[in-house]
């Protein structure tokens, strides 16, 4: 399959929108909340993510097959998104935050498997280099060797991080990893 990306703002928000929408506002209802400072609960969810596009605090790499709208990756400054799991072990080894996080993905049920989180990692690092680089960190799930549940992918796959270039730093879970990249500014 040929993918591109676009990032989340508000040309593209009814496309998130109708995507999440397909999906019964994934997980319970998130719209991709959990990790910003605050939630608002499943029912104020929506209107709080669009109120946060609309501002620019809001940042993911969309995922298009065609005119539709097939997946994402989240990604933000580290204040833009401050809820991270496993906050005690992360601050047992933290030297520095870094620039950028990249917090979770979401595929299209259909699509899944088909290389649409590896196609919107790409393009939240391509969008984080428009955006003016800097480290980036992610806490994938290693999955190698052994099956897992997507729920527990909803950071990625710890190989997909590794094809892309970033490098372990840290174990923050059983098979939970910090992982961290420099991403070069645009033209830089």
């Known amino acids: 399959m040929s993918f591109s990306t676009k990032p989340l703002d508000m ?21 991709c909340m959990a990790f910003h400072a605050k939630g608002v609960g499943a029912a104020g969810n929506r209107a709080a993510k669009e109120a946060l596009v609309r501002e620019g605090r809001a940042h993911a790499a969309l995922v298009f097959d ?10 933000g400054p580290t204040a833009e998104l401050p809820r991270i799991k496993h906050q005690r ?3 047992e080894g933290l030297t520095a935050l870094p620039d950028w996080r990249i917090t979770c993905f979401f595929s299209d049920k259909a699509r899944r498997g088909k290389g649409v989180a590896a196609a919107a990692l790409a393009g939240a690092l391509t969008e984080i280099g428009r955006l003016g680089g800097g480290s980036v960190e992610s ?10 549940a997507g729920v527990f992918l909803h950071n990625g796959a710890l190989a997909m991080f590794e094809a892309q270039g970033f490098c372990r730093n840290r174990r923050i879970g059983k098979y939970r990893w910090v992982v961290e990249k420099m991403v070069a500014a645009e033209g830089g």
């Open 11 to 31: 040309t593209t928000w009814p496309h998130f929108a109708a995507l999440v929408e397909r999906h019964n506002g994934v997980w319970g209802g998130c719209w």
């Open 66 to 75: 065609g005119p539709d709208c097939v997946g994402w990756c989240q990604f």
């Open 89 to 91: 072990a992360y601050r």
């Open 139 to 148: 806490y994938p799930e290693d999955a190698e060797g052994r099956s897992v």
